[in-house]
């Protein structure tokens, strides 16, 4: 089997890579150096002469625009990177016939209410880097047959900038930090998120998912673990959303009902607390 990522680069992206590496599955990955996936006859250039020196099998399309409050400014260009490009990346999946596995997010719902969301919930996007991920979910729902969209939420990993190493950071220089406490949802860890990812392209079960790390906490109670774990004396208080004004509106229920992966035979993550002390020892900080 071999596996074209994009956004290889990235948290997610990465450990992907070193996750299918790890499995002898042959890979391929490309970022934006590579390809402006946002231009539909560069797209089906690079990946077709990418199948041509060797067939691929699968697409997982992590490729994003992620920063969400800058995306309340550019609207256009977070719809021409999350929609149109994902569509171009679709396109091609569907001239090549490989399946094509798509990373979206709990942002597509409206962040309302307790239950969990369930993958067929309606969608009802928040904001505008939601809005712009659902468009990318009708592309691949509308052109594809061989696909899965797989939501995810509250992720963190070695590469890149992440609540964790932001809260270590504040802790360390101010000795106190504020966190909000009524936005409820589940870190998910990429190398953990890479192996359930790995598992579910190697088969034919297509369709929606969730796919988190267990169990629920608030980003309060995120931070007050993290702190507790990394051994730092840091006062946390806990505060209302409200008192961290933002561009984008945030979802208060996050919550995702994980109970497909299990239907479909898919191993569930391990507990976020226990991803966090991994996470900690990859980083020094345990």
């Not at 990418?50 to 920063?67: E, G, L, R, S, V």
């Not at 999946?93 to 798509?102: E, G, P, S, W």
């Not at 297509?206 to 774990?229: M, P």
Request: aromatic residues 8%.
């Amino acid at each position: 089997m071999r596996v074209l990522v994009t956004g290889a680069k990235g948290q997610l992206g990465s450990d992907l890579l070193c996750e299918l590496s790890k499995r002898n599955i042959e890979s391929v990955g490309i970022d934006i150096d590579d390809l402006d996936i946002t231009d539909a006859d560069a797209t089906k250039r690079v990946i077709e002469k990418i199948n041509n020196d060797a067939k691929i099998d699968a697409i997982i399309h992590c490729a994003a625009y992620t920063a969400v409050d800058a995306a309340e400014d550019n609207e256009a260009l977070v719809t021409k990177i999350n929609a149109e490009g994902t569509k171009n990346i679709a396109e091609v999946a569907k001239t090549l016939d490989v399946a094509m596995m798509y990373i979206s997010t709990d942002y597509v719902f409206d962040g309302e209410g307790e239950r969990p969301w369930e993958p067929d919930d309606k969608r009802a996007p928040l904001n505008v880097y939601g809005m712009a991920k659902y468009k990318g979910e009708l592309y691949v729902e509308e052109l594809l047959k061989k696909y899965f969209i797989v939501r995810i939420s509250w992720v963190f990993g070695l590469h890149g900038n992440n609540f964790i190493k932001t809260m270590i950071r504040l802790g360390k220089e101010r000795g106190a930090v504020s966190v909000v406490n009524d936005q409820i949802g589940s870190p998910t860890y990429t190398p953990d998120l890479s192996r359930l990812l790995v598992d579910m392209i190697v088969t034919d079960k297509y369709g929606r998912y969730h796919a988190t790390n267990e169990g629920l906490c608030s980003w309060y109670d995120f931070a007050v673990e993290i702190f507790k774990q990394a051994k730092l004396d840091v006062a946390v208080t806990p505060v209302s959303s409200d008192a961290f004004p933002v561009k984008a509106k945030r979802p208060h229920n996050s919550r995702m009902d994980k109970s497909k992966l299990t239907e479909n035979g898919f191993e569930l993550l391990p507990p976020w607390q226990d991803a966090l002390r991994r996470y900690l020892l990859e980083l020094g900080e345990n």
